[in-house]
């Protein structure tokens, strides 16, 4: 699956246009490589992205083409959730 589509769709962020922006702009890293929008998605990669606030490194669980909202969050592991300011939450 594509990077900004599961993104989308894992509810990480909001709307895929969005998605698209923040990793066109290189706030999103695959397996700690600067990503694409159309880059592959694969179970059990690491995706890091950088927010206005926060960093959040997820692991992938699952690929679905769709999900519920309850769905959405088993489709992957948060690993670490950093505030800009370096400081662990």
């Known amino acids: 699956m594509r990077l900004d589509k599961f993104l989308k ?9 969005l998605a ?9 890293k695959i397996n700690d490589k600067i990503a694409k929008p ?9 995706i890091e992205i950088t927010f206005l606030k926060r960093t959040l490194l997820v692991k992938v669980r699952q690929i679905k083409q769709n999900a519920s909202i309850d769905e959405a969050s088993s489709m992957y592991e948060t690993i670490k959730e950093i505030k800009n300011n370096d400081t662990e939450l």
């Open 9 to 17: 769709v894992s509810r990480l962020v909001k709307r895929r246009e």
């Open 20 to 28: 698209k922006e923040i990793i066109a702009n290189g706030y999103v």
């Open 38 to 46: 159309a880059s592959e998605v694969q179970v059990d990669d690491a």
